[in-house]
């Protein structure tokens, strides 16, 4: 029998059926004609939109050719139609094509010579499972011409962050899978309200199913689809920044599911670069991947691949900062800068040294922040301390001082954190019940005693040395948490769907909780003592539990800011003698407004404080969280309003003069006399000059407000008056 030569991957190929003696052709492969082109100049792998021309670029390990089928949304296109790329002979496995297409919008996947298709390892937008794009203005995301509103927004400085960590879905509480970016930004006035400036996002790049909390990735340069397109991902992060609130990104890069086309696009283990068996570790890696790929954190394909998406997520949507889940897992070793953590934490600390690079590194590892480009860590003594507290287990007023209130991690001694940037606290995070579920479920609190206890620990969280977060719902009181529903013992419940009852927060309830959070909150972001001020463990009174710490801005031009706080941890209301402040004189009561105090010497001889509670002290006195200045405001900035009062509209004129710089940011708010922020009326750059704003109200009451202006110069507030 003859046989004829083997063919080669580029032959063409057909089958014929011979049907009454004709002929017919039943399946046909075209020749395969494979062009070798350089890649373009300035072209980067994945969809780019350059100079009015889309081009596709796709780094493909040991694949023979890569072809890619473009269809209109929507539809199926045949492998047939698939595009031959053109294969650059100087990169190693790299493939392009340029698309001459009409603008519009198009889905595109890559066909793989065994016939599997797979979405571009860098896609913006999936949509229908394929990559997303518009030839047209609109580019690689479909949303690159997206017309910014906030660039006179200037990134919050890390030592005066707030953050609040919310998942999408739970947080908009809209049903199962129907949450949106644009629910989140129903609520921004809220948490800027309550004395937020950074929102940190659960996962929201591309994952499997209907909820999920991201951390099962599938595509970690794509916009999860379910909760909306990039345009209106953008339109978040915009917002936001026109609050003045940063915009943190959770970012999943221990492991990724096997569905990827990180890893389709070549499913062996000794073929991509990107993947390794979860098994072999490198310097200093925690086993540990729940099930799902092990990304290989030093090859330097991959190092290239994390730099690229993290760098879409900088300068495409302007993210400010990222939280690294699980970087235990990793994997670092510092004579080898170039791989693992230290290789993109430094590529990004070089691109902009202000972005957040924020490592839930558990158990904590102080040292690897003072030696990587991360700027902080999750606290985990912190947190721990407090939850054993919540359960009654003794800690001491020093273990109190140096793991809770100070910056050591497991210890009294050493493994601290070198600076307060460096630890980021916090009572509740989405991996752990809220302190309030854990004291009513598991110690039989009523809910009205847990959430006091709550408010304590929020005082000191407020307080302490770090950078606070707060978890969704947690202002307003909410007992969040899941049931063990099976008695399996697996807590698997807690990925389930859980959307915040916003309900609670119109209640008095939820109002006296948000007072208290907010409160502590705008105080902490005004008084500069905390953020540049130098930390003073004062005392602690060892057998009664209780401590006293304080700060004292001591920075040159310092309005004299100082705060003392006395904590009882005990169980018991105590009296203590002889409690040290920082100065003599009047010190104001911030969290009991009115019960101020004064002392002669600096030191307060006989104090009392109730049980698992405690005081802030102000040497200077801060209303609604804005500091009333003690001294009369320079001739240079003015405030006033006309008519006042007024119904309907107020004309708010400000003037700033002589001022050296031509220009300076400003931000007028309008409060209620009760403290409670209402509404931003101007925060950006303007020049030296007069400026006049008008205000026409909706919907409030009768009564008195009070006007802020702050700038550099200082504050100065008006009160005015609404007759309706």
């Known amino acids: 029998m003859y046989m004829d030569p083997p063919m080669t991957l580029y032959d063409p190929v057909w089958i014929q059926a011979s049907i009454d003696g004709e002929l017919h052709t039943v399946y046909e492969i075209a020749e395969i004609d494979i062009v070798e082109e350089p890649l373009p100049e300035g072209v980067e792998m994945g969809p780019n939109w350059l100079n009015g021309t889309m081009i596709l670029a796709v780094y493909a390990p040991s694949q023979p050719v890569m072809q890619v089928i473009v269809t209109s949304p929507g539809e199926t296109g045949l492998a047939s139609d698939a595009i031959i790329m053109n294969n650059d ?40 499972g394929k990559t997303r794009i518009e030839i047209g203005a609109g580019g690689a995301s479909t949303a690159d011409n997206f017309s910014w509103q906030s660039d006179g927004y200037f990134r919050p400085e890390l030592d005066t962050l707030i953050i609040y960590e919310l998942h999408v879905d739970d947080f908009a509480a809209q049903g199962n899978g129907q949450g949106k970016f644009e629910d989140v930004i129903g609520r921004l006035d809220h948490l800027k309200s309550a004395g937020i400036n950074a929102i940190e996002l659960l996962p929201v790049t591309d994952f499997p199913g209907s909820h999920s909390w991201g951390y099962d990735p599938h595509l970690m340069s794509a916009v999860e689809s379910r909760y909306g397109t990039p345009e209106e991902f953008k339109e978040l992060v915009d917002e936001a920044h026109i609050r003045g609130m940063a915009v943190i990104m959770d970012m999943v890069w221990n492991h990724i599911r096997s569905s990827s086309p990180v890893w389709t696009i070549q499913p062996d283990y000794n073929l991509n670069p990107y993947i390794k068996l979860h098994t072999e570790l490198n310097p200093n890696e925690t086993e540990g991947s729940w099930g799902m790929l092990d990304w290989d954190h030093f090859n330097p394909h991959t190092i290239e691949y994390i730099n690229r998406v993290n760098r879409i997520w900088v300068e495409e949507y302007r993210i400010d900062g990222f939280r690294f889940d699980a970087t235990q897992m990793i994997g670092w070793d510092l004579s080898q800068p170039e791989y693992g ?115 304590f620990y929020a005082t000191i969280l407020f307080t302490s040395l770090g950078i606070p977060m707060v978890f969704q719902g947690q202002e307003f009181g909410l007992q969040t948490g899941w049931n063990d529903d099976n008695n399996n013992g697996d807590y698997e419940e807690k990925l389930q769907y859980r959307p915040i009852d916003w309900a609670l927060l119109e209640t008095d309830v939820g109002q006296s909780h948000l007072d208290h959070y907010s409160r502590l909150a705008r105080f902490r972001k005004t008084n500069p003592a905390f953020s540049r001020g130098t930390f003073y463990d004062l005392w602690r009174y060892e057998g009664e539990r209780v401590i006293v710490y304080g700060y004292k801005d001591e920075s040159e031009g310092n309005n004299n800011d100082q705060v003392v706080v006395i904590a009882n941890f005990s169980a018991y209301d105590r009296t203590v003698n002889d409690v040290p402040f920082l100065s003599a004189g009047n010190w104001y009561n911030v969290t009991d407004p009115g019960n101020d105090l004064y002392t002669a010497d600096g030191n307060y001889g006989e104090y009392s404080i109730p049980s698992k509670s405690a005081v802030v002290y102000s040497k200077n006195q801060y209303e609604l969280g804005v500091e009333t200045p003690s001294f009369v405001p320079e001739k240079f900035q003015t405030l006033s309003a006309y008519p006042n009062p007024f119904n309907p509209s107020i004309t708010l004129q400000l003037e700033l003069q002589n001022i050296t710089r031509t220009n300076m940011n400003a931000e007028v708010n309008i409060y209620d006399i009760n403290g409670r922020f209402i509404q931003t009326l101007l925060e950006k750059s303007i020049e030296s000059g007069v400026h006049r704003i008008a205000w026409r109200p909706q919907n409030i009451s009768s009564g008195i407000y009070i006007v802020s202006l702050k700038t550099k110069i200082g504050l100065s507030t008006q009160k005015i008056l609404f007759l309706q």
């Not at 493939?95 to 009409?102: A, F, H, I, S």
């Not at 040292?367 to 009654?392: K, M």
């Not at 493994?415 to 302190?435: G, L, W």
């Open 341 to 455: 953590i230290p290789a993109w934490t430094s590529a990004l600390s070089e691109w902009d040294s202000t972005i957040y690079q924020i490592a839930e590194h558990l158990p904590a590892h102080p040292w690897l922040i003072d030696n990587t480009s991360l700027t902080s860590s999750w606290h985990d003594s912190f947190h721990d301390i407090l939850l054993s507290d919540a359960h009654s287990q003794y800690n001491s007023a020093a273990t109190f001082m140096k793991q809770v209130v100070e910056l050591h991690e497991y210890s009294n001694i050493g493994n601290s954190y070198s600076n307060r940037t460096q630890a980021v606290k916090y009572m509740i995070s989405h991996d752990e019940q809220s302190i309030i579920q854990e004291m009513v479920v598991f110690n039989n609190f009523s809910l009205e005693e847990a959430r006091e206890r709550d408010k």
């Open 89 to 128: 002979p100087n990169l190693e496995d790299v493939w392009w094509v340029e698309l001459d297409l009409p603008a519009g919008h198009y889905e595109y996947e890559y066909l793989l010579m065994n016939g599997n298709r797979i979405s571009d390892p860098l896609s913006r937008r999936l949509t229908n």
